[in-house]
């Protein structure tokens, strides 16, 4: 079955902290990976994309790595601030599946000021 | 620049009526079309996707429906609602076709139904 496991559920740090949010999939076989951003109520922003062939990708004080190897993606947030309070989702597409991303229940972050 | 739209943003139906969600893409041509659903303590489930006009592939066995009438317009529907149809609701576009190699999800803004 293929899933996504992203630990922790929640996490509540002070701000100015660096923070790292864990994804793992169950299949080396992958097509790509994205972490989006969901506000409560709102859809969902993607923030990054991380292609098979890639190992990781930047956006700012956001970093995401991919392990194909290990089935793990880290998304690593520097300097936190307030502003980055959301629920941070992973999901990923299996190799022969376009299109159709397998979502982790996400990571709900609380950065306090 | 390319633009999602969905609507309604809330939803409050009895059990039993009929449900139509639309959901329409600018911007772009040919998109592949998603909808997804996120129901309380649960990730994101794919219900449908789309990838072309009349091609509709389904994902979970349901009492919903969806079509594509148009291009860009992505309509999701029951004939008789649930309560556990309740939820919160996601259209979403891709860029289609086989050259494409980004598969970059691109979100509406969601319809959160309850169902009473």
């Known amino acids: 079955k293929q899933e996504v496991t992203q630990i922790p559920a929640a996490l509540s740090v002070p701000e100015g902290e660096n923070l790292v949010l864990n994804c793992s999939f169950t299949?080396?076989?992958?097509?790509?990976l994205q972490w989006f951003r969901q506000d409560p109520g709102k859809g969902l922003t993607s923030l990054l994309l991380i292609q098979s062939s890639q190992r990781e990708q930047t956006s700012g004080r956001l970093n995401a790595s991919l392990d194909k190897s290990s089935g793990r993606s880290t998304l690593y947030i520097a300097a936190s601030q307030p502003g980055d309070s959301a629920t941070y989702l992973c999901?990923?597409?299996?190799?022969?599946?376009?299109?159709?991303?397998?979502f982790g229940q996400g990571t709900t972050l609380q950065v306090k000021p | 620049s390319q633009t999602i739209h969905q609507w309604p943003a809330t939803l409050v139906q009895p059990v039993g009526s009929p449900l139509s969600l639309e959901c329409t893409v600018e911007?772009?041509?040919?998109?592949?079309l998603y909808w997804y659903r996120q129901a309380a303590g649960r990730g994101l489930q794919l219900l449908f996707y789309?990838?072309?006009?009349?091609?509709i592939s389904s994902e979970v066995p349901q009492n919903l429906s969806a079509s594509r009438p148009q291009d860009r317009q992505f309509i999701l529907s029951s004939k008789k609602l649930l309560l556990s149809d309740s939820g919160f609701y996601l259209c979403?576009?891709?860029?289609?076709?086989?050259?494409?190699?980004?598969?970059?999800?691109?979100f509406g803004s969601g319809t959160q139904l309850s169902v009473l």
């Open positions: 789309s990838v072309g006009i009349g091609q």
């Open positions: 999901a990923w597409v299996p190799s022969g599946n376009t299109g159709k991303l397998i």
């Open positions: 911007g772009t041509s040919n998109p592949n």
């Open positions: 979403a576009w891709s860029v289609g076709g086989a050259a494409s190699t980004n598969e970059k999800l691109f």
């Open positions: 299949d080396s076989a992958i097509y790509n």
